[in-house]
């Protein structure tokens, strides 16, 4: 069964289209990344599928059910972006009384925050925690009840760089066991191991998506290649360009070309069968860089 | 556990931390002792004077605080959680709306009412054990009406303020509304209503005139208190329409629990259209 489908989804405030005409659908274990621009509709995808917001269009389906029914919200966890709570409780007293409306047990309160790495804080008021302690009280509340599928709002918004690393080997962990995660996020470096898809949200549509390698496929980026040691690095250079590749010297005796659909292996071949080759370094298009393609896309069809 | 209840049992622990029940109670408390020895004042006695005079003294001040009391209370109860952020969070975990708002209402009814029983109980264990010769069954029968009547009508409010924080956009406005709900239900109203006896007694049959008391849960409460010893005088105001309505004591309080229970209902709709 898939975690969630939608269908056709649109949202409408009065003129305003929010979201246009949305199908994803989040299969049992994966794990989705949900990239866009602010205002892209990323928080109100995340609603729909919660049952905060009805849609104006298109079908909506949550771990089999509808998304304000009780028992889906049982097996659902979310971080909402900027989380808060009430100052006046401390972290302990905030997550047992969240357990207690979410059916888990105290023990798993207990738990969960020494797995967030609040125990030692679990008795201050949560109005003395920093940003990222109350990110990860958050965190803890999502995870209330072992839900199936989870969706995470900036998750790693004031998080360390430790406690960030943390959060993806959670994600990790989770995805083995079967759940389901939606991962929305600004923070683009770091994520990529940890999706299966991303999808890319533009001005309510649904620009691009798939797994990384099928984006890259997609967009055409090419990978850039990167080698030292070379003895007739400019003559190579030369030969490339006349050949309409992008290349280019690096230094004394680096080169740098990009290799566009199907080139990539024939140019490796090419560099290591010279024997003055020192090393090879290949980049592929992060994330980062396919996100900037389709945004420069939508602006560019757009009026 | 039952939502309602951890819900319930939470926003009475608040009212416990920051002292909000310890407050009222003693307000209430300082309220009616003051009230039983000094209320005769004016008349140039000090001391108890009767049960009786005493309760209508009781009455009219309460009548401007509880309702006061409970809006502040319960003005920011759905406002204030959705500016906090919390109320968003609420919302995605398995309880339903009405699960929230009943939640809420159990608790600050319940400081509410532990205020005035203390509060008032105290006031009514002052009289039997300091004053001479009082007639207990007299003053615990009183004293069980006033408090009773007392709480409905704090419950009455608390139900107002969660129609008013449901429909505000702000705790600001929310707090704007109470306020207004408060000056018009405890002030207005009566003054109204005057100027209507005074001025428009031909274009009101004068039969229908003691029911619009029905229409203000304040005017019910007082009567309540009042009538029940019969009391009759010139400083009635308003309230000596009452006299006229062809029923007992019985109707009065039904009105009052049909109020309370509407502006929950009421509430309830709001809330459910609020977009979070």
């Not at chain 1, 080997?169 to 770091?190: A, N, Y």
């Not at chain 2, 608790?107 to 002052?126: D, R």
């Not at chain 2, 405890?186 to 229908?208: C, E, K, N, T, Y």
């Not at chain 2, 062809?246 to 009065?252: D, K, N, R, S, T």
Request: with cysteine.
């Amino acid at each position: 069964m898939n975690a969630f489908e939608l269908a056709g989804v649109s949202k409408r405030y009065g003129a305003m289209t929010v979201l246009d005409t949305l199908d994803l659908t989040l299969a049992e274990g994966e794990v989705l990344g949900l990239f866009g621009h602010n205002g892209a509709g990323k928080t109100t995808t995340m609603k729909i599928i919660l049952g905060l917001l009805a849609v104006s269009d298109g079908r909506v389906c949550v771990l089999g059910g509808t998304p304000d029914s009780t028992e889906v919200r049982r097996s659902l966890g979310y971080l909402p972006e900027n989380v808060s709570f009430y100052p006046q409780l401390s972290g302990r007293e905030t997550l047992h009384y969240f357990a207690r409306l979410k059916g888990a047990s105290p023990a798993q309160a207990e738990e969960l925050l020494e797995q967030v790495g609040l125990a030692h804080a679990a008795d201050r008021r949560v109005r003395t925690y920093s940003k990222g302690m109350r990110q990860r009280l958050g965190l803890a509340q999502a995870l209330l009840g072992s839900p199936r599928l989870l969706l995470l709002d900036e998750p790693t918004v004031g998080l360390d760089p430790i406690a960030t690393r943390d959060l993806y080997t959670l994600i990790d962990r989770l995805r083995r066991t079967g759940t389901s995660i939606v991962l929305c996020s600004h923070v683009l470096p770091g994520v990529e191991a940890h999706i299966d898809r991303a999808a890319i949200l533009t001005n309510g549509r649904l620009e691009a998506i798939g797994s990384l390698a099928e984006l890259r496929a997609a967009a055409g980026l090419p990978s850039t290649l990167r080698a030292r040691g070379l003895v007739h690095g400019e003559r190579r250079v030369a030969q490339w360009q006349a050949e309409g590749l992008v290349a280019r010297s690096l230094g004394v005796d680096g080169v740098e070309v990009a290799a566009c659909n199907g080139h990539k292996l024939a140019l490796l071949r090419d560099l290591l069968d010279e024997e003055s080759t020192r090393d090879i370094e290949i980049h592929e298009p992060t994330l980062e860089d396919l996100y900037r393609h389709y945004m420069q896309r939508s602006q560019e069809r757009a009026p | 556990m039952n939502p309602v209840i951890s819900i319930a049992r939470k926003e009475f622990a608040d009212g416990l931390r920051n002292r909000w029940l310890i407050a009222i109670t003693l307000v209430f408390a300082l309220l009616a002792v003051g009230i039983a020895w000094f209320g005769a004042a004016v008349s140039g006695q000090v001391g108890f004077t009767s049960i009786p005079a005493t309760i209508a003294s009781l009455a009219s001040l309460a009548t401007f605080l509880v309702p006061l009391i409970a809006l502040l209370l319960a003005y920011d109860a759905i406002v204030g959680e959705d500016e906090a952020g919390t109320l968003l969070l609420l919302l995605t975990y398995p309880l339903g709306r009405g699960h929230i708002l009943l939640g809420k209402f159990v608790g600050h009814g319940l400081i509410l009412a532990l205020a005035m029983l203390i509060g008032f109980g105290s006031a009514a264990v002052a009289i039997a054990l300091l004053v001479e010769d009082v007639e207990l069954a007299l003053l615990a029968s009183a004293f069980a009406r006033f408090v009773l009547s007392s709480m409905l009508l704090g419950w009455i409010f608390l139900a107002l303020a969660y129609v008013l924080s449901s429909a505000a956009k702000e705790k600001s406005s929310a707090a704007g509304l109470a306020l207004g709900a408060w000056f018009v239900f405890v002030l207005v109203f009566d003054l109204a209503l005057l100027g209507v006896l005074v001025i428009g007694q031909d274009s009101i049959p004068p039969a229908l005139l003691p029911w619009l008391l029905l229409a203000n849960p304040t005017d019910l409460y007082r009567l309540i208190n009042l009538g029940g010893f019969g009391v009759t005088g010139e400083n009635l105001g308003v309230l000596s329409l009452g006299a006229e309505l062809p029923f007992g004591e019985g109707v009065l309080w039904g009105v009052l629990l049909i109020w309370a229970a509407g502006l929950l209902i009421c509430a309830w709709r709001v809330f459910a259209r609020r977009i979070v």
